[in-house]
């Protein structure tokens, strides 16, 4: 089930660029690339997704390889409130099942 | 708030009790999945149901587990006969359209059970 790989942590200082990589080298063309995190004590909190294009929102920015098979979720001024654990997941989006695999993902420490 | 509400936050249970856990989904969407998080684990998918009808249960143990979304009301997440390895937090998400598609899931704060 496992197909993204994640740096088990990582580290930023308040108010700089975080980048997040996330490698699923056997993505298919179907597969969107969903980014969720986790707070402590909370649920799943959803950040973005995308296909084959970059995409940005409120939250973050997605930047997608051309060839797909990387991404990249980036925080732009990380604060302490972004130190969270991020899961990078990939869905069909021709699939009728709703699971999401939430793999180990990557704990995000972020330093005053 | 029309965030997903999940009751309630912390439960306790003896050994062989019932727990029940409920979940009421964000406003218009009538889409719910159940998910399981172990201690310092990742979170694992347990069951997808629409209204009165169970999608995918794959992820649920063969026993003692049952999951309903009635027409009318909160999804109920029922654990018959509890046992300590059943101490974890369960997780309920909802979305507007089925499947994984591209419509994102909308967590609860989950539910934490403890089993003494």
């Known amino acids: 089930d496992a197909k993204t790989t994640q740096p088990n942590s990582m580290e930023s200082n308040e108010e700089e660029p975080v980048h997040l990589p996330c490698n699923h080298s056997?993505?298919?063309?179907?597969?969107?690339i969903h980014w969720y995190r986790q707070l402590p004590s909370q649920g799943p909190e959803y950040v973005i997704h995308?296909?084959?294009s970059n995409v940005n929102n409120r939250m973050a920015s997605l930047a997608i390889a051309e060839d797909r098979k990387s991404s990249t979720l980036i925080l732009h001024r990380a604060t302490l409130r972004d130190a969270a654990v991020y899961y990078c997941i990939l869905s069909d989006r021709g699939s009728t099942l709703g699971r999401l695999y939430f793999g180990r993902g990557t704990q995000l420490t972020v330093w005053p | 708030n029309a965030g997903v509400m999940q009751n309630p936050r912390h439960l306790v249970r003896r050994r062989g009790q019932e727990a029940r856990l409920r979940c009421s989904p964000m406003?218009?969407?009538?889409?719910v999945y159940w998910y399981r998080q172990l201690p310092e684990e990742g979170l694992k998918f347990m069951v997808y149901?629409?209204?009165?009808?169970?999608?995918?249960e794959s992820g649920m143990p063969k026993e003692r587990f049952s999951a309903e979304f009635p027409k009318e009301g909160p999804s109920i997440l029922r654990i018959q006969q509890v046992v300590r390895g059943d101490s974890a937090a369960y997780f309920c998400a909802s979305s507007l359209g089925g499947g994984q598609g591209v419509q994102p899931q909308h967590f609860g704060d989950g539910t934490r059970l403890s089993i003494l």
């Open positions: 149901l629409q209204k009165e009808n169970i999608i995918d």
């Open positions: 995308g296909l084959t």
């Open positions: 406003k218009g969407h009538s889409h």
């Open positions: 056997t993505i298919s063309g179907t597969d969107y």
